[in-house]
């Protein structure tokens, strides 16, 4: 079983859609965990970290459920822009390893 | 501009002739690491290193080289590289191993490699 698993997609959606990822990870000592934008052929950017209570940034909303070890990322009213790879980023251990693992990402396009 | 930064962005090589591939970070940044990325792999970790002379094996290390020499520093070295060795590979940086867990880390623009 991957550490960091994440369904690649291709979610092809319209125009002003709410789309939603889920990332399961199979350390339940991790502590840290993110979500990352790759767009093709370039490298990956931090889009946010996820917080135990949640969080928001603009129309990406990430949350964390700690008893069923996943994760999710939900964009509203998606652009033509937001068309990307979204990786999940989770540390491995916690404590002094802090090593992250990112998932396979999933593929998001955004259509006219 | 803080930034990571990556030579060559492109490389076509041939089996068994040594390359090296260069990454710098103009940030203070002690946490170095690099990674490859495969489809349906995803990223993994090659080497890292947590300060000055401090390098440490990651997932896939075969085959890999790395020093740091200065702090701003991390080179790939590759004495022989083999088709299996053909990705993208990223470098990465963050404050110390322990932010990195907090910020994240800072990738530099990818090299994609071909070994023929």
């Known amino acids: 079983r991957k550490e960091v698993e994440q369904d690649p997609g291709p979610f092809n959606v319209p125009e002003g859609a709410t789309v939603a990822f889920n990332c399961t990870y199979s350390n339940s000592a991790s502590q840290s965990f993110f979500w990352y934008r790759q767009d093709c052929r370039k490298e990956p950017k931090l889009l946010m970290s996820v917080y135990s209570s949640g969080n928001e940034d603009g129309r990406f909303t990430a949350q964390l459920n700690r008893a069923s070890q996943y994760i999710s990322l939900l964009i509203r009213d998606s652009k033509l822009s937001d068309s990307a790879t979204y990786l999940c980023?989770?540390?491995?251990?916690?404590?002094?390893?802090?090593?992250?693992?990112f998932g396979t990402g999933t593929l998001l396009a955004v259509q006219p | 501009e803080a930034q990571v930064t990556q030579n060559p962005r492109y490389l076509i090589t041939v089996t068994g002739k040594k390359l090296t591939v260069t990454c710098s970070q103009n940030m203070n940044h002690e946490y170095m690491s690099w990674y490859r990325q495969d489809p349906g792999l995803g990223l993994r970790q090659i080497y890292y290193?947590?300060?000055?002379?401090?390098?440490d094996k990651g997932d896939v290390p075969e085959g890999y080289k790395v020093s740091r020499k200065e702090k701003r520093n991390f080179p790939l070295i590759l004495e022989s590289p083999s088709p299996n060795q053909t990705s993208l590979y990223f470098c990465a940086s963050s404050l110390s191993r322990t932010s990195s867990s907090l910020y994240g880390y800072t990738f530099g623009s990818g090299t994609r490699l071909t070994v023929v």
């Open positions: 290193s947590m300060n000055v002379e401090v390098t």
């Open positions: 980023v989770v540390n491995r251990d916690g404590g002094a390893t802090n090593k992250l693992i």
